[in-house]
């Protein structure tokens, strides 16, 4: 009786012993780590990115999507040439010509009308040219040349920039002297150096509305659809002639502009900044039609 008592008192002690060796079992973090987010590659016209349009459009589809769109600010003719590179994904910019010209060469497919908005001519308040009288966009620059004030010219090769130049070329008037500054700068420098130097230039509606309570010049012409209608078309990079771009998130993304909800984000813009909204979407254009 002893000896079994003794036996279960030494079989207890080792049970002890041995758990008490035994350690504690990590604990797991079963929860899941947040996915990286894909990055889509944006290259588009300054004046979506000096209106501010695209921090609120963008941003809806990066928190939708998990997606961080890198968004390069260029003038149209830099931006399609870096589509063309297969430098980016996407490229949303405003000059029918040049878009077409890249579509044909195969370095764009699915190109997408987005929204408009028209070109207007601005000025000194006094305007010296009295281009308020003019009959139209060649009338108004054939004013302005004869005055010989001061025009400033953005010379970047941007659809602002293609615009000025089919105007001039209409007015049969190669602009050339003192008067005529070429700055090569996006649309917010053009129109501040307008503003300093009291002078003319073109500029899309969007930018000026953005900028007009910081500046003294004043739209002094917007009346001539065929020169001064400006839309705005979104474009995937080919995917063929580039297999490295993301094709599929570009379409998503293109997709999402012409929605419901992209273009309600369109429609609304600058209401509240401006009393009126900067572009007109698709949805809303009716009979104005793009190429």
Not at 61 to 86: D, Q, R, S, Y
Not at 196 to 206: E, F
Not at 236 to 250: E, I, R
């Amino acid at each position: 009786m002893k000896n079994l008592f003794a036996r279960i008192i030494l079989v207890s002690v080792l049970v002890s012993l041995f758990a008490g060796c035994i350690q504690q079992a990590p604990t797991v973090n079963t929860t899941t780590a947040p996915t990286v987010p894909q990055e889509l590659r944006l290259a588009t016209t300054t004046s979506t990115c000096d209106t501010g349009l695209l921090d609120v459009l963008n941003k809806k589809f990066e928190e939708a999507n998990n997606v961080k769109i890198l968004t390069v600010c260029e003038g149209t003719g830099k931006a399609i040439a870096t589509g063309e590179l297969g430098a980016a994904d996407v490229v949303m910019v405003h000059s029918v010509p040049a878009e077409l010209k890249a579509v044909a060469n195969g370095s764009f497919i699915n190109r997408t009308y987005m929204m408009y908005n028209y070109f207007v001519i601005i000025g000194p308040e006094n305007d010296p040219a009295r281009i308020k009288n003019a009959s139209n966009a060649t009338d108004a620059f054939r004013r302005i040349t004869a005055k010989q004030s001061p025009f400033i010219s953005r010379g970047d090769d941007s659809g602002t920039h293609k615009m000025e130049l089919s105007i001039w070329k209409a007015a049969n008037i190669t602009p050339a002297g003192t008067w005529y500054q070429s700055v090569g700068k996006g649309m917010g420098d053009t129109i501040t150096t307008a503003d300093i130097k009291n002078g003319y230039t073109l500029s899309d509606r969007g930018t000026y509305l953005a900028m007009k309570n910081k500046i003294k010049l004043r739209i002094l012409f917007e009346s001539d659809q065929k020169f001064l209608f400006n839309p705005y078309h979104v474009m995937a990079v080919n995917p063929t002639k580039f297999p490295n771009v993301k094709y599929d998130l570009a379409m998503k993304y293109i997709n999402y502009v012409i929605s419901p909800q992209g273009q309600d984000t369109i429609r609304n813009y600058g209401k509240d900044k401006y009393g009126d909204g900067l572009f007109v979407p698709e949805e809303d254009a009716g009979n104005v039609t793009s190429p």
